[in-house]
């Protein structure tokens, strides 16, 4: 029979609807962190938050990472995602039945609504990763994602805030956190995300936890989102057939985007998208998420699913919108042979590759 604590019950509920780990942050596990991580924001008389992750598929992300199969694990991520929204939505009403105002935070694409806020400059409703961290789900690595003792990072997360008052979870020993600072995370990120140096420190309770510095977050969007995906050596891309350059800085990434969406929009897009308000044509193909699927508990699998990114070549788009990996030198051919209303879909006038 099940616990009637709360404290007990809840971690076991979202577990039983799907969920693989779950624990509990409170206001004062929480308390002196950054913006995101205050629940009082979503729900003024908030108390506590259950949050929880969703594995992904191991073998779907490794197709992925090979260039094998993109649409594999782009289904088990927007389903995950749907998981995770629909157990939070389930926690929430449980909740509010019982006399606990509660509020359901999506996995994804939830953002504070702030007046005339530019989408590049939202801020999150609440940081999953902060509430994952400090309850015990798992660890900062360096690439800012959580990582788990058996999944890695390559986890979707939910969230809900409620006012009834439950007994936080512990966070992980830092001494057990696997990371060993391989970096591996940013040697797979076409975008230039992840600091290869710089460190961030945020405070959440009475714990400290570190992770890399992060650039600007459009500069994941632009990757992740599939308006850009070749690296700069040109001998790799993410699943993003376009060639649209990736600049170094961040204060050139709004032209830099405003140039590339036109394409973008024209190209044939993958039948399983994600639905997104604030972006033009509403619809998301993830190509990428690198940083987040190489990484995994045992760093030779780290090293081989690296290798699968390094190895996997470049990504084309055949007319009938299908994608295929070929090597560098076949898709410089491809693009040259494209009639120029084509091949500006794939690339400005002006590129050149280093």
Known sequence: MASTDLSILLPEMAKNLGADLAGIATLATLAGGPPSADLTYVLPTAKSAICFAIALDPEKIERYLKKENHEAHNLNKIRATTLANGITLEMSNFLNQLGYKSVPVCSNFQYRNEGDTKYSDRKLLISHRYLAVRSGIGWFGWSGHVITRDYGSAIIFGSVVTEAELTPTEPLPESENYCNGCRLCRAVCPSGFISPDEITTVRLGDREFSYAKRGLYMRCGYVCGGIAGLDRSGKWSNWSASRYPIPDDDK???????????????????????????????SLDYSCSHCQLVCHPDPEVRKQRFRMVMDSGVIVQDADGSYHAVSPEEAKKRLVAMEPDRRYLYEPDNFSEQ
């Open 252 to 282: 050139d990434l709004p032209r830099a985007m405003e140039q590339a969406m036109p394409a973008y929009q024209k190209r044939t897009l993958n039948d399983h998208l994600f639905y997104i308000s604030f972006r033009p044509g509403y």
